[in-house]
């Protein structure tokens, strides 16, 4: 259910955000545990896990994009449109790089012996960071954008 005025689709907007980090915590827990089942992983159980939060997330993005329709279309407002879309493209790059960490983490522990694998985890870890700054920074944009619908 989108909103029908400019604060309460801001205040959505904020309430789904909130609902992805959540959603990026349970999937780190649950890749957590899958780890310590190994190495005969419980995959079946794993799988469970990524289809419920690809669907959270399907469903996050779905109204978020409604949103940014909303407020393009009915308020008028392209800059927050257009926050919310750089939004999107690093809320799906962070989804790559949560997933390329956590076949890392596993072929760490599958291969403890290749120090590659270390490296690599380093990588990603550093450019998840480089990601979340940028997240931080257009959400800081948005929030200072929106200030004018209140």
């Given amino acids: 259910m989108v909103p029908s005025d400019c604060k309460a689709l801001i205040q959505r907007f904020y309430q789904l955000q ?3 980090i959540e959603t990026y915590r349970l999937f780190e827990e649950g890749h957590e545990a899958y780890l310590r089942t190994g190495p ?4 079946e159980h794993y799988k469970q896990l990524v289809h419920e939060v690809t669907q959270a997330f399907s469903g996050i993005s779905k109204e978020v994009l ?8 009915d308020f008028d407002r392209a ?7 750089k939004l999107q493209s690093k809320e799906k ?3 790559e790089l949560t997933a390329k960490l956590q076949l890392a983490k596993q072929q760490a522990q599958d291969h403890p012996e290749d120090e590659g694998c270390q490296e690599r985890i380093q990588e990603i870890k550093h450019e998840i960071i480089k990601n979340k700054e940028a997240l931080s920074e257009i959400m800081q944009d948005f929030k200072y954008d ?3 619908c209140d």
């Fill in 18 to 20: 909130s609902e992805r």
């Fill in 40 to 43: 005969h992983y419980d995959f």
């Fill in 66 to 73: 409604e949103i940014k329709g909303r407020l393009h279309r």
């Fill in 79 to 85: 800059d927050l449109s257009e926050h919310i879309e």
């Fill in 93 to 95: 790059q962070k989804l």
């Fill in 146 to 148: 929106s200030e004018e």
